[in-house]
């Protein structure tokens, strides 16, 4: 199977220190990602500044922030971006980015940013869907808060544009996520009904899921990383650090190499541990002219005597030939 693209998300795990940044990326290598994902946004694009109920976050884990100072303390400086992608760059990692508006679309064009990641909540935003899709590059979509007329209606905005490299991410748009909505059947639905490349975006703790995932079919695996969860910020709780994401990616390529391909064997004498089989063989003394019966012939180990299944054909015919208990049977012994 083709090797599993394993996501590491940066997101807000930088304290709104550029040397963490970078100190993450080069952790994330040492980890065996293959990428670093981060997000392009201001606190300005992507809402407005306004304590009024309907800008106020509830229960959770970003309980008493509005949306207005979450994003200032999770964003990432858009002149931070250079330095990133080209640490990215000399870590022999993909850098690619979630932007949020047509502005950050055109940003990131600007980087040679080379896929474009869509969050859930923005899934409905066709126009600025189809002004990232225009772009040409890989469009990864995650569908946490999506329906399926959602998701038809952005595979169908993507294609409209001339976009047809979509990957459909499941996701759980809960922070961190319970284990039990994972759902991944889901993703392995998607696939089959949108005719996608399809992934998983997890939020759940642990790298349960995501093994589960690849064991599913699939092709890319995005999980918050942070360098030390001490750190803080509003995504440290649910993130990987360094070893736990090593240990991750260390399952996912097991598993790769479990599943594999298709391989059916044909030719039995190829097939390791095949002699344990059984095959028959005589059990008991017999004359020539004696008549073979199931009293001197039996299915046994090993499996080098004649195949089990002519058995019933052989029982009545005359043995030929004296042959000794643990003689293999053949037809040439019979008539």
């Not at 981060?38 to 800008?55: G, H, M, R, V």
Request: charged share 25%; net charge negative.
């Amino acid at each position: 199977m083709s090797k599993t693209f394993i996501v590491a998300e940066l997101s807000a795990n930088h304290g709104h220190k550029i040397e963490v940044a970078l100190a993450s990326i080069r952790a994330a290598k040492e980890a065996g990602a293959d990428a670093i994902k981060i997000q392009t946004y201001t606190a300005d694009t992507l809402t407005i500044n306004c304590n009024k109920p309907d800008f106020r976050l509830g229960k959770g884990l970003w309980e008493g922030e509005t949306y207005y100072t979450l994003y200032q303390k999770a964003y990432t400086p858009w002149e931070w971006h250079q330095a990133i992608y080209d640490e990215a760059r000399r870590q022999g990692l993909v850098c690619f980015s979630t932007p949020f508006d047509k502005t950050a679309v055109d940003f990131l064009e600007e980087l040679g940013n080379p896929i474009i990641k869509i969050a859930s909540f923005e899934i409905t935003d066709v126009g600025f869907l189809e002004h990232a899709a225009k772009k040409g590059k890989p469009m990864v979509i995650s569908t946490g808060i999506a329906t399926p007329d959602d998701i038809e209606l952005a595979i169908r905005t993507c294609k409209n544009a001339g976009n047809n490299d979509i990957t459909l991410l499941k996701c759980t748009s809960s922070y961190p996520a319970p284990i039990e909505t994972a759902n991944l059947m889901t993703m392995v639905d998607m696939k089959q009904r949108y005719g996608v490349k399809v992934g998983l975006s997890d939020h759940t703790m642990g790298h349960d899921v995501a093994v589960a995932a690849v064991a599913l079919g699939a092709t890319m695996v995005e999980k918050h990383f942070i360098v030390d969860r001490s750190i803080g910020g509003p995504d440290a709780a649910f993130s990987m650090e360094k070893d736990e994401f090593d240990a991750m990616v260390k399952s996912i390529r097991n598993v790769e190499k479990a599943l594999g391909e298709v391989f059916y064997p044909t030719d039995p004498s190829q097939i390791k541990g095949r002699e344990l089989s059984r095959s028959l063989y005589v059990i008991k003394d017999v004359k020539a002219g004696d008549i073979v019966s199931e009293e001197n012939i039996r299915s046994i180990r090993p499996g080098l005597g004649l195949h089990p299944r002519y058995l019933s054909e052989v029982i009545g015919k005359q043995f030929v030939k004296d042959c000794t208990m643990g003689d293999r049977f053949s037809l040439d012994i019979i008539k």
